[in-house]
């Protein structure tokens, strides 16, 4: 059975820090390349970083030097750090995995950025 567990999210006052993490089971997650996504209100979803099944990472350049995408195969696990928030970082994080033909998607997790 195909399952992603997101955790992580949050309230966060604007200039903190949250860890987001997706746990894959059901899927060999070695071979998957993996995204992070997130949709605000009122807008579409879209790709925040990406890291492939060999490491090689991306991020969108409003994100880039403030998050930071990381994988771990040996506990099929998938992270996001995110610091210096922004109440513009307000949004649902969906965690996404690809193989070929295949895609996946986690539950989504609710970040809040407020004071």
């Known amino acids: 059975q195909v399952q992603f567990v997101e955790s992580g999210g949050g309230l966060v006052q604007p200039g903190g820090s949250l860890r987001l993490s997706c746990v894959a089971s059901?899927?060999?997650?070695?071979?998957?390349?993996l995204g992070w996504y997130r949709q605000a209100p009122g807008k579409q979803r879209d790709l925040v970083a990406s890291?492939?099944?060999?490491?090689?990472?991306n991020y969108v350049d409003s994100v880039k030097g403030q998050f930071t995408i990381s994988r771990d195969n040996a506990k099929n696990t998938m992270y996001l750090e995110m610091s210096s928030l922004k109440p513009e970082d307000t949004a649902v994080y969906y965690c996404?995995?690809?193989?070929?033909?295949?895609?996946?998607w986690g539950q989504g997790t609710q970040v809040t950025v407020s004071s």
């Open positions: 059901g899927i060999a997650f070695s071979i998957h390349d």
């Open positions: 890291i492939s099944s060999g490491g090689n990472t």
């Open positions: 996404n995995f690809r193989y070929r033909f295949s895609e996946y």
